[in-house]
């Protein structure tokens, strides 16, 4: 078996679909939005094990956040983040909730359900719903503006809906007409008067983050009681992204040289430098200045540089790193909760 303890609390109230069970007696997903303090646990671990199907909850600690939510042991976890991860690795599974940070929202399905669903051949991922992320965009400005403008009903603060311009910044840069806006520049609108976030707006000079939901995805959480953060965001239409680099070691070894170094949001991080022309680092497409995230699948957060050095040299001939440049750090710094890029992996 894998057991993972991820670390977790909570300050949002449990949310779960209703659990009706239809003709044949089947339930219905549950969801769970757990946030934690960096000190904290999950308080369970997710299991594979022999003769069972699917990711297994297991070990739900007494009183701990997993337990006070509601998981139940023997529970399966279907998604992670608004992804269907049942079909999934489990190693990779465990890596998406790692990278969730300090919250992470799932949808489980009660074990006897779960069995009998695989039962009958019926498609899990039909029992959930088609999309439950908000979008984070990047909209850079244009001759024309932004392309989109907001209303707001007269004399209400936080309640922002977009109006957005055809083929103008913001529908090249994914904003969905009509979508509510939750997050400016990494900063909640939720306190805004209309007046306030145009100045916030002008502020901002020629590019703007904006968190948004649709009116589906804003009604789901809405009817939970819970808040929509960009650690939930679907981030694929950014213009930064994380780089995975496979190297195999040649005879004159990887080709570059790692150094721990201040970030520029602050705390430290490892570096790569000294990127050898034509050795595998350069082969793989690393970049004197990226910053490590990952080493062969695990976060390096928290690590210092010897044991860095340690997790690259546990394969003797061959490592995967994750990296990102320094343009990407800063921006995810600006906008992540948390202040780490590993949040978006899940996207």
Known sequence: KFEFNPKVGIDNPALTLTEDTDGEGMGEPRFYLLTKESTETFGFCLHEELGCQGH?????????????????????????????????????VVQKIKASGNQVLLA??????????KALGRDLSQMLPEDIRPRLCHVTRDK??????????????????????????????????????????????????????????KQSGNKVTLLVASSAVEEFYRLRGLR?????????????????????????????????????SGGVGQFLWDVDVGLPAEQAGMREG????????????????EQTVHRIRAREDQVTLLVIDPAGDEFYHSVGPGGTPLLWLGS
């Open 56 to 92: 297994i909850i297991r070990q739900i600690e007494l009183g701990g956040v997993a337990q006070r939510r509601g998981l139940q042991d023997g529970d399966r976890l279907l998604q992670v983040n608004g992804h269907f991860v049942d079909h999934m690795d489990h190693l990779r």
């Open 108 to 117: 489980v399905l009660d074990g006897d359900s779960y069995e009998a669903a």
């Open 144 to 201: 024309s503006g932004f392309g989109f403008s907001v209303s707001c009903p007269e004399g209400t603060k936080g309640t922002f809906q977009l109006s957005v311009l055809q083929d103008g910044p913001a529908d090249r840069a994914g904003v969905p007409p009509g979508c509510w806006l939750l997050e400016l520049n990494g900063d909640s609108v939720k306190s805004y008067s209309h007046t306030q976030l145009t100045r916030k707006l």
């Open 228 to 264: 929509v953060t960009a650690a939930l965001a679907d981030t694929s239409r950014l213009p930064f992204k994380v780089r995975e680099l496979h190297l195999v070691k040649g005879p004159a070894g990887y080709g570059f040289l790692l150094k721990e170094d201040d970030c520029s």
């Open 290 to 305: 990226d910053r490590v995230l990952a080493v062969n699948g695990e976060s390096i957060e928290g690590l210092d540089h």
